[in-house]
């Protein structure tokens, strides 16, 4: 006897793309589908979940092949508009990370440092196709005898440009607040002394990972929206922690699964891949994603249904726990809360702000919709799925 | 001597009301009107130039604003590149007047020119440095 009662395979979901019957909804409209038929009708009715996330991820960075150049160079020192880039790899190749500040950045030695620009602004102007000043150096071989190379390029100029980010999409994260007297500087954004702040970083009922709590249908080769692009995951992300403890749905309560995705920047678009800078941190990057969930099953339709109120965060201290790398949290409180704007902390009302845009992850989440049941967008089979404990 | 040069907007309630003769009275201050206009509506907006001790000068700021007024500097203002605004949020935890607040349920992060106080907090705070202090424009009064 099957498990479930209704049954869908990958094949027949892409079939009813191609014909133009797919029935995608996004995360959030199916919270209510699935309270008016129950996860079995739901199930029958959706195809497919779109989910998405917009926020700050500095775990990005863009493969670039620069291509060559006469005479022939191997470059071993790369830089974009005075960021480098990381060149130890074959001739004309590099890794330009999101994180990496322009050389003359003076970080932070006027506390707190601006970070104006860096690796991910230098994405960013590429996309936005901008001119980019390349400079290359090398020691110079008998097969690549030049040894510094310097020009203006635009990312059509470049053979080559790939996003490859290895954690992105959280499952879970921290809500930030500061116990200290004095005001702090994070990557969850300034935090006042006393917990005067409460910031938390995610899009909640509709970010991927809470829609898959257990990775059932996300995996190598699960096929998404990247910066305005098509992209893939392509392995579990770093810090990838199945084995998070979890409530009752399935949803963990601590950061959990992580996804490694890759997309071909050229097809991305600027508006989804900005450069941020986050005063007294550092620079990253913010890039819009979406993932489409199958429906599977009405086990699937039930794990998509999750809303705001299911997803519990838990509170830490950046002032002192954090840098003393001391696990300990101070409660938590739901995601509902938070996007509420206040929350009770300690016997005092605390006001929270986010740093993951939820208004641009629905743009997303309506985009992936569209690109599904207009663009024949079909669904990537993963391989395997990411591994789960 | 401590002197600012600053804007003033009063809603149709306090326009009337000598306020700005009572910081003269008041506080000890001198001032210099450099434009006044009264908008449709009802709203006024004057361009001074305050004079007098610092201690006074605060003072007599507060008791503007406690007559609802809104003031801000004069020479300056903050505007958002709404192109580059991504809707995060962060500048929330700074902004000290609610100028920068989020739209719920939309999520949307707006930002109410009339509340700004030109502290420049926002401006090294926001992520995508979509928040700028300019030179006033005089726009303001044609
Ligand atoms: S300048 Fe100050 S008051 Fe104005 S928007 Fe920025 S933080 Fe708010
Ligand atoms: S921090 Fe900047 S980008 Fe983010 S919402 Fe505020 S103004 Fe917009």
């Known amino acids: 006897m099957a498990k479930f009662k209704v049954n869908k395979t990958y094949k027949e979901i892409n079939d009813k ?18 309270k008016d038929k129950g996860p079995v009708g739901a199930a029958k009715h959706v195809d497919v979940v779109t989910t998405a996330t917009f926020a700050p991820m500095c775990s990005s960075g863009a493969f670039i092949n620069i291509g060559q150049s006469v005479p022939t160079i191997k470059t071993s020192k790369v830089w974009f508009n005075n960021v480098p880039a990381y060149a130890g ?59 510094e190379l310097e020009k203006d390029v635009k990312l059509a100029d470049l053979r080559q440009a790939t996003l490859c980010n290895p954690r992105n999409g959280y499952q879970n994260y921290n809500c930030a607040v500061n116990l200290t007297g004095k005001t702090i500087y994070t990557y969850m954004g ?48 770093t810090q990838h922690n199945p084995s998070a403890e979890r409530t009752e749905k399935g949803i963990p309560k601590t950061p ?24 007294g941190y550092g620079n990253s990057l913010a890039v819009g994603m979406g993932v489409p969930i199958p429906i599977l099953n009405e086990e699937m339709a039930q794990f998509t249904a999750v809303s705001d109120e299911d997803i519990p965060v838990q509170i830490v201290d950046y002032g002192n ?31 929270t702000v986010p740093l993951s845009s939820v208004s641009k992850a629905r743009e997303i989440a309506e985009i992936l919709k569209k690109w599904i049941k207009q663009e024949k967008f079909t669904l990537g089979e993963p391989q395997f799925t990411l591994p789960v404990g | 001597m401590y002197s600012k040069l600053l804007i003033l907007h ?20 001198s001032f210099n009107i450099h ?7 009802r709203e006024g907006i004057m361009v001074l130039e305050l004079s007098g001790s610092k201690k006074n000068f605060k003072s007599g700021v507060q008791y503007l604003k406690d007559q609802g007024v809104i003031v801000k500097n004069a020479s300056q203002e903050v505007t958002r590149d709404e192109k580059k605004c991504i809707h995060c949020g962060a500048c929330t935890a700074v902004c000290p007047t609610h ?5 719920r349920p939309e999520m949307f992060v707006i930002f109410d020119k009339k509340k700004c106080s030109v502290c420049e907090l926002c401006i090294r705070t926001c992520l995508t440095r979509a928040m700028k202090i300019q030179p006033i424009s005089e726009t303001l009064f044609e």
Not at chain 1, 18 to 23: A, W
Not at chain 1, 94 to 122: I, M, Q, R, S
Not at chain 1, 331 to 338: A, I, N
Request: charged residues 20%; contains cysteine; neutral net charge.
């Open chain 1, 256 to 279: 959990a699964g992580t996804i490694w995705v890759m997309g071909d920047i050229k097809q991305m678009k600027p508006e989804w891949v900005v450069g941020v800078s986050i005063l």
């Open chain 1, 190 to 237: 300034t935090l006042k002394p006393k917990a005067g702040n409460a910031n938390y970083s995610t899009s909640g009922q509709l970010s991927p990972l809470f829609n898959d709590p257990y990775y059932k249908t996300i995996g190598l080769g699960t096929r998404i929206f990247l910066g305005g692009g098509e992209g893939y995951v392509t392995w579990h992300g």
């Open chain 1, 17 to 34: 793309i191609r014909s133009g019957d797919v029935v995608v909804v996004t995360a959030e409209e199916m919270i209510d589908i699935v």
């Open chain 1, 321 to 351: 726990d954090y840098p003393n790398g001391i696990n300990k949290n101070y409660g938590y409180v739901t995601y509902d809360e938070l996007k509420g704007g206040m929350i009770r902390f300690k016997g005092k009302d605390t006001p």
């Open chain 1, 89 to 147: 790899l074959a001739a004309v190749d590099c890794y330009l990370g999101a994180t990496e500040p322009c050389e003359d950045d003076p970080l932070n030695k006027v506390w707190p440092g601006e970070f104006n620009y860096g690796g991910g602004h230098v994405i960013h102007d590429l996309l936005a196709g901008k001119k980019v000043h390349l400079k290359a150096k090398s020691y110079g071989t008998s097969c690549y005898p030049n040894k």
């Open chain 2, 10 to 29: 009063f809603s149709g309630k306090e326009v009337e009301k000598p306020v700005v003769s009572n910081l003269t009275r008041y506080y000890d201050l």
């Open chain 2, 35 to 41: 434009k006044a206009t009264i908008l449709p509506r």
């Open chain 2, 99 to 103: 100028a920068l607040a989020i739209k």
